[in-house]
């Protein structure tokens, strides 16, 4: 296997993400930095990150319907496939990385010793899967389609159905944490947190489409959500990275 | 001869794709990061939990602290990702020396490199175990001082925020590394600063290290945009 060429990653488009303080989401407030944040050009401490393989997960991590569930039972709700690729910004598949995933369960409640919501557990349903991507970039999931929940924040805010996605390509530049949510949801347009991000198109790639061709019939419904990790160069100058 | 102005030909398209827009990590972070500490046990092996595995070659260290808001107050829902090189100065990655093109093993069986640490619920502490990383090699011929690479998300942090951290008992290598030096206020350098506490560095008595980050406000830690 000849060694990929150390290149840097293509800078953050911070105005395409939200902004550290975004002051309707309440919490961001007292956590966001407020002085700049200093830019540093990679380093092979940029450009490097941790690596998985099959050893470090198990069949069955991204089947929510099972993973949690009592033999021969299932947990509530509604059944999705979700699946999709992960890409750079160059549209290459980034393969062999691990995405996790965690959310409410159908009630919109969270199995987390914090979480105190009325809705009920699911004694079927724990919340949380993960897989590596293949060669093309692709994963899936299958689970149940999260319930809405309230959230204090605003006196009548409320999360709109959403799964927590963690991915991290294959430099700790990339590492990215973001939510998906559900085409259609009228709840996403009311969000403070999704409202957080400033462009309406980047809100826009944080909604999974309803897939109908990959729908199993009389199974489960299909969403497709690609996740775009950043790019990085293809050449290589004079400005180069020592020691690689 | 001009060639006649035809921009559709012309102009060729640049057109990547966007990036992926963060959302915050949210409270239950746990959940899809740590099941254990979100309150149960869902996987075989939870990962990042061993840093540096049994063989790694180094002092082996402790580093303890807690991430404190812009009120002072500790934040006690923080997921904290740490990359760090091994003590020869290399990550366990295919881009490092050796690795992955059929030359040696670049760092030793085990050695991830990687790991997750959450803060305890109510105090908002939290401490990981590991060896003290070698310093690496930086841009342009220039070395870097040994530091550890973190990553912190919590409710409330948009977008995950990165930051290193320097062994205050490493002034010479500190003084010359081009990243602390990129600092203006040289004050704030302190801010990546942990402090040695305790221990000798043996497997039987880690070196034990104080590393505070505060998010905004009076010291508040130096972030990157990496």
């Not at chain 1, 953050?12 to 930095?33: E, F, G």
């Not at chain 1, 490097?48 to 991204?62: C, R, S």
Request: a negative charge; aromatic letters at 10%; proline letters at 9%.
């Amino acid at each position: 296997m000849t060694r990929p060429k150390p290149t840097d990653y293509y800078a953050r488009d911070r105005r395409w993400h939200p902004p550290a303080y975004a002051p309707d989401y309440k919490t961001s407030v007292s956590r966001s930095p407020r002085l700049p944040l200093l830019s540093l050009e990679n380093t092979a401490s940029e450009i490097t990150g941790p690596t998985f393989g099959q050893n470090d997960i198990a069949v069955g991590d991204n089947d929510l319907l099972s993973n949690f569930a009592r033999p021969g039972e299932n947990p509530i709700g509604e059944r999705i496939l979700l699946h999709g690729r992960v890409l750079d910004e160059n549209a290459r598949p980034v393969p062999n990385t691990l995405v996790e995933i965690w959310q409410a369960n159908a009630s919109g409640r969270y199995r987390h010793k914090k979480d105190g919501y009325i809705g009920a557990l699911d004694p079927n349903f724990g919340g949380c899967g993960r897989t590596l991507t293949d060669d093309q970039g692709a994963y899936a999931f299958r689970t149940i389609k999260p319930g809405a929940y309230p959230w204090r924040n605003g006196l009548n805010d409320w999360r709109p159905a959403h799964i927590h996605v963690s991915v991290f390509g294959h430099a700790f530049a990339q590492r990215l944490i973001t939510q998906l949510y559900f085409e259609g949801d009228p709840l996403i347009a009311r969000c403070p947190i999704v409202n957080t991000i400033p462009d309406p198109a980047a809100v826009q790639q944080l909604i999974a489409r309803l897939d109908i061709n990959e729908t199993l019939p009389l199974d489960m419904i299909a969403y497709r959500f690609d996740i775009v990790l950043r790019g990085r160069r293809s050449t290589l100058f004079e400005n180069r990275m020592e020691g690689n | 001869m001009t060639l006649p102005y035809r921009p559709h030909f012309l102009q060729q398209s640049l057109t990547p794709l966007k990036e992926t827009p963060s959302q915050t990590a949210g409270p239950y972070v746990h959940i899809g990061l740590a099941p254990g500490d979100a309150g149960f046990q869902i996987y075989d092996t939870e990962l990042g939990q061993d840093i540096a595995g049994p063989n790694a070659a180094g002092d082996r260290i402790r580093v303890e602290g807690r991430v404190f808001d812009g009120t002072g107050a500790p934040v006690r829902d923080v997921l904290i990702e740490v990359w760090q090189a091994n003590a020869a100065g290399l990550y366990p990655h295919p881009e490092t020396p050796g690795t992955g093109d059929g030359g040696p093993e670049s760092t030793e069986n085990g050695f991830r490199g990687w790991g997750r640490v959450i803060s305890n619920f109510e105090s908002g502490s939290w401490s990981f175990d590991t060896i003290k990383p070698g310093g690496v090699a930086g841009r342009n011929g220039r070395s870097m001082a040994p530091h550890i690479n973190l990553w912190i998300v919590a409710r409330g942090i948009n977008v995950g925020l990165n930051t290193r951290l320097y062994f205050a008992d490493e002034p010479d290598a500190n003084a010359s590394d081009p990243v602390l030096n990129l600092i203006e206020q040289t004050d704030r350098r302190a801010t990546l600063l942990a402090q040695p506490v305790s221990g000798t560095g043996s497997a039987q008595n880690p070196r034990v290290y104080q590393f505070d980050i505060h998010l905004q406000g009076p010291g508040e830690t130096v972030f990157f945009d990496i």
